[in-house]
């Protein structure tokens, strides 16, 4: 780049437009439909003489797909440029009830290593019911940078409306959007503006390290989670599939949130539909493995269990909403098979297992994607969490012993069979029930 800038104001990638509520129909209906079609399927594969062939067939190409996304080089991070002028940031927070942590992160981000005068804290208080007003009024009386919006009553759209709310007030050309329990290093900004630099990226995701990941099974667990997950999502991108946002600790290019139209109101995981809309509108995410965004993990299973049934509806529900431009390859070819496979992998391949153990059971024989599930849903995890976990300690300059990293992957393998159960629940539901499910407050250990 010769005027040594960022390209922060060009165009949308992708034309025409998206029609984003066409979609967004009887989400009941296709959810019955297509738990029901898995379930018929499943079983005519027991009772036709070339199910094991083809059950076989099926399993191999996403083997295949699985050894391509191992052996996948993955791309060095980019290094950052000064630009003449930095780009004005603005920095979100969306708190409700948050009292315990909130000033702690207003804190560090009102203390960041970047020019005072190009980036602005906007704290959303979304009515909260402590003493979370209170504290925000206070700190902006001593932050300049710390602009406060208090939601009134009526206010609706939950933290995709509260985010839309502000996005009108607020400068930034880039727009990072944190949990009140995040962490972060004062330079991490500098990191993030070198993504950037090239014109496809509308978007990055910081990885997520749980701080409290000594406390117990839970938190140890989730902190093989995150490995695994920022493993995934690194070969995935570097093969030119799809990157995704957590949101905590997520910045998107304002002109790409525009093309997006803001944030979906009527959907429970804001991060996860707008991975969708950003990719179907032409544009790149990328994972920043280093420095992570810290963030608390639950520490108790009735917390985890609200929260992954959250994850595992607000997941699904995005494929059911954009199915139909999915299906028209507006990604690329790349994208689309790379979110397909992770669709069956994730969503498809836990509830189908269901079916095939009955039909296994009643039929007396061998269950007919057993080969899948060992190879997908227990040797491309143990895998990627060792390689993650590894990772994550080599970019922070730490060294682990290998009986420690065994323990820890050992850890993360049991504790990722819970989706096994949360995620055939959640499609179920989602087929029998019309009402989605409501946001839990996640609790911080100082609420405890």
Same mark, same amino acid.
């Given at each position: 780049?010769?005027?040594?800038s960022?390209p922060?104001?060009?165009?949308n990638?992708t034309e025409?437009t998206i029609d984003w509520s066409?979609?967004m129909g009887? $989400?009941?209906?296709?959810?019955?439909?297509?738990?029901g079609s898995l379930?018929v399927?499943?079983?005519a594969?027991h009772?036709?003489s =070339?199910? #094991?062939i083809l059950? =076989?067939a099926? /399993?191999?190409?996403?083997?295949?797909?699985?050894?391509k996304?191992?052996?996948?080089k993955?791309d060095?991070p980019?290094l950052?440029i000064?630009?003449?002028?930095y780009?004005?940031?603005s920095?979100?927070?969306?708190?409700?009830?948050?009292a315990?942590?909130?000033?702690s992160?207003?804190?560090?981000?009102?203390s960041?290593? #970047?020019p005072?005068?190009?980036?602005?804290v906007w704290?959303?208080?979304?009515r @909260? @019911?402590?003493?979370t007003?209170?504290?925000l009024?206070r700190l902006?009386?001593?932050y300049p940078?710390l602009?406060v919006?208090?939601r009134?009553?009526g206010a609706?759209g939950?933290?995709s409306?509260?985010l839309?709310q502000?996005l009108?007030l607020?400068?930034?050309?880039i727009?990072?959007?944190?949990d009140?329990?995040?962490?972060v290093?004062?330079?991490f900004?500098y990191?993030?503006?070198?993504?950037?630099?090239?014109?496809?990226?509308g978007?990055?995701?910081l990885?997520?390290?749980?701080?409290?990941s000594?406390?117990n099974?839970?938190?140890?667990g989730?902190?093989?989670?995150?490995?695994?997950d920022a493993y995934?999502?690194?070969?995935r991108t570097?093969g030119?599939?799809?990157g995704?946002l957590?949101?905590n600790?997520q910045?998107?290019r304002?002109t790409?949130?525009d093309?997006?139209?803001? =944030?979906n109101?009527q959907t429970?995981?804001?991060d996860?539909?707008?991975?969708?809309?950003l990719?179907?509108?032409g544009?790149?995410?990328?994972?920043?493995p280093?420095?992570?965004?810290?963030?608390e993990g639950v520490t108790t299973?009735?917390?985890l269990?609200?929260?992954?049934?959250?994850w595992?509806?607000g997941?699904?529900?995005r494929?059911?909403d954009?199915?139909?431009a999915?299906?028209s390859n507006r990604?690329g070819?790349?994208?689309?098979l790379?979110?397909?496979?992770?669709?069956?992998?994730q969503?498809?391949?836990?509830p189908?297992?269901?079916p095939?153990f009955?039909m296994?059971?009643?039929?007396k024989?061998?269950?007919l994607l057993l080969?899948?599930?060992?190879?997908?849903?227990?040797?491309?995890p143990?895998?990627?969490? =060792?390689?993650?976990l590894?990772? @994550?300690?080599?970019?922070a300059? $730490?060294?682990?012993?290998?009986?420690?990293?065994?323990?820890?992957t050992?850890?993360? @393998?049991?504790f990722?069979?819970?989706?096994l159960?949360v995620?055939?629940? /959640?499609?179920a539901?989602m087929?029998?029930?019309?009402?989605?499910l409501k946001?839990?407050?996640?609790?911080?250990q100082?609420d405890?």
């Amino acid at each position: 780049m010769t005027d040594r800038s960022l390209p922060l104001t060009i165009e949308n990638p992708t034309e025409p437009t998206i029609d984003w509520s066409i979609g967004m129909g009887d $989400r009941r209906l296709k959810a019955a439909t297509i738990l029901g079609s898995l379930w018929v399927g499943v079983a005519a594969l027991h009772l036709i003489s =070339w199910g #094991y062939i083809l059950a =076989w067939a099926i /399993a191999s190409i996403f083997c295949l797909r699985a050894l391509k996304l191992v052996a996948t080089k993955v791309d060095p991070p980019p290094l950052f440029i000064p630009p003449q002028t930095y780009p004005f940031i603005s920095l979100a927070i969306a708190a409700k009830n948050e009292a315990a942590v909130i000033t702690s992160l207003v804190e560090s981000l009102c203390s960041l290593d #970047y020019p005072s005068d190009r980036y602005e804290v906007w704290a959303i208080d979304d009515r @909260s @019911s402590d003493r979370t007003p209170e504290i925000l009024d206070r700190l902006a009386q001593k932050y300049p940078q710390l602009q406060v919006l208090h939601r009134t009553e009526g206010a609706t759209g939950g933290k995709s409306g509260a985010l839309n709310q502000v996005l009108s007030l607020m400068q930034g050309e880039i727009i990072g959007v944190f949990d009140a329990d995040a962490q972060v290093t004062p330079d991490f900004l500098y990191q993030v503006l070198a993504y950037f630099q090239a014109e496809t990226v509308g978007a990055i995701q910081l990885r997520k390290a749980i701080v409290n990941s000594d406390t117990n099974f839970l938190t140890r667990g989730q902190r093989a989670e995150m490995a695994l997950d920022a493993y995934l999502q690194q070969q995935r991108t570097s093969g030119g599939g799809i990157g995704e946002l957590r949101g905590n600790g997520q910045f998107v290019r304002r002109t790409a949130l525009d093309s997006c139209d803001g =944030w979906n109101e009527q959907t429970i995981t804001d991060d996860l539909d707008l991975t969708i809309r950003l990719h179907l509108t032409g544009w790149d995410i990328e994972l920043m493995p280093y420095p992570p965004v810290g963030e608390e993990g639950v520490t108790t299973f009735k917390a985890l269990w609200h929260q992954r049934n959250r994850w595992a509806e607000g997941g699904f529900q995005r494929y059911l909403d954009y199915w139909d431009a999915i299906a028209s390859n507006r990604m690329g070819t790349k994208k689309t098979l790379d979110l397909l496979s992770f669709l069956s992998i994730q969503y498809l391949l836990p509830p189908a297992g269901i079916p095939d153990f009955l039909m296994a059971l009643w039929l007396k024989h061998p269950p007919l994607l057993l080969p899948m599930t060992a190879a997908l849903g227990v040797a491309l995890p143990l895998w990627a969490t =060792w390689v993650g976990l590894r990772r @994550s300690y080599q970019q922070a300059n $730490r060294t682990v012993s290998i009986a420690r990293l065994f323990s820890q992957t050992a850890i993360g @393998s049991l504790f990722i069979l819970h989706w096994l159960v949360v995620m055939p629940l /959640a499609i179920a539901r989602m087929a029998i029930f019309p009402k989605r499910l409501k946001w839990v407050k996640t609790l911080r250990q100082a609420d405890l």
